[in-house]
């Protein structure tokens, strides 16, 4: 079974990242990605390189992934939680 701490992992093979965490259960997970890459990027670009990072494992492995992508800048500008 797929991990949450796998999915970071796979995601920051493919993917420069500031910042990344991933909660779930194995089926359902939720990940917060920091990245530069999504500068100047709308929301549907921004995922599909976290997709691409995941490449097949996103049909095989990965049944659903909720993300919330963000620029440094972005995550920077967050209320602490």
């Given at each position: 079974?797929?991990?949450p701490k796998?999915?970071?992992q796979y995601i920051?093979?493919?993917l420069a990242?500031?910042?990344i965490a991933v909660d779930g259960d194995g089926h359902h997970?939720?990940?917060v990605i920091v990245s530069a890459a999504f500068e100047g990027k709308r929301l549907i670009a921004?995922?599909?390189l976290v997709y691409l990072a995941l490449g097949d494992r996103m049909?095989?492995?990965i049944h659903a992934l909720s993300m919330k992508t963000l620029t440094p800048a972005e995550w920077a500008g967050q209320p602490a939680a």
């Open positions: 079974m797929v991990t796998n999915i970071e920051s093979q493919g990242c500031e910042h997970f939720e990940a921004r995922h599909q049909r095989q492995e």
